[in-house]
């Protein structure tokens, strides 16, 4: 059974970067048939597609958040990673990282979310 | 892009069947996906590929989809299946995935 766990800040400054590693444990990230996904949602809304990773280190963004987003894979590690700079408040969520079939894009497994706040 | 339509809320007695409807343009030739998520939890896949269920989800919740609307159906509910419900989709004229805006069940 695979697992994920999300790490890192749980409160960054405006303007700064937000960075967050997600650890893959019970089950291989370079076998190519998933995505590494993140996903976020803000306080009290729905669920947002930030974007993710193949294997091989191709991706797919989120429009809305391209050019302030940048997805990695260290497969040695078994992680994936998340980098989102110059936020703003708006960018206060919690972060979830998932695993995506590449056959059709669904989310089968999660991590448990980790809250991440912008603010000075 | 791709729009995802649900209702806000949809609320049920114990025992009856819920229904959490996902409208999109043709969305019948889209797979869509549902997940749920309680509070203070991730979510949790319980369709995808418009009907079929992930290991360990019981056979009262079970997917259809058809035209321009995707149905979520939750049989017999329980006081258990109170939750927020999401469906699902990959956007292939865009590349991106879409989410709808979530529905609320209440079971009173």
């Known amino acids: 059974q695979v697992q994920l766990q999300e790490s890192g800040p749980g409160l960054v400054k405006p303007s700064q970067t937000l960075s967050l590693t997600c650890t893959v444990s019970?089950?291989?990230?370079?076998?190519?048939?998933?995505?590494w996904t993140w996903i976020r949602q803000h306080p009290g809304k729905g669920l947002e597609w930030i974007g993710f990773?193949?294997?091989?280190?191709?991706?797919y963004y989120n429009p809305s958040l391209k050019g302030r987003l940048t997805i990695s894979v260290d497969t040695s590690k078994k992680q994936f990673s998340l980098n989102l700079n110059s936020v703003t408040a708006a960018d206060t969520a919690v972060y979830y990282c998932?695993?995506?079939?590449?056959?059709?894009?669904?989310?089968?497994?999660w991590g448990q979310g980790t809250l991440v706040t912008v603010s000075s | 892009s791709y729009v995802l339509t649900q209702p806000p809320s949809v609320s049920v007695a114990p025992g009856q069947t819920a229904r959490v409807t996902c409208g999109g343009n043709k969305i019948g030739s889209e797979a869509v996906h549902w997940y749920q998520q309680k509070p203070g939890q991730a979510p949790v896949l319980v369709v995808y590929d418009d009907r079929d269920r992930p290991s360990g989800i019981p056979e009262r919740f079970s997917g259809s989809n058809s035209g321009n609307t995707a149905t979520l159906t939750i049989s017999r509910v329980e006081g258990g299946d109170e939750a927020d419900y999401y469906c699902q989709v990959w956007d292939d004229r865009s590349d991106v995935v879409v989410f709808g805006g979530g529905t609320k069940l209440t079971v009173l």
């Open positions: 990773i193949y294997s091989s280190g191709s991706t």
């Open positions: 998932a695993r995506a079939s590449s056959y059709n894009y669904y989310f089968d497994s």
């Open positions: 019970g089950g291989s990230i370079s076998r190519g048939v998933y995505y």
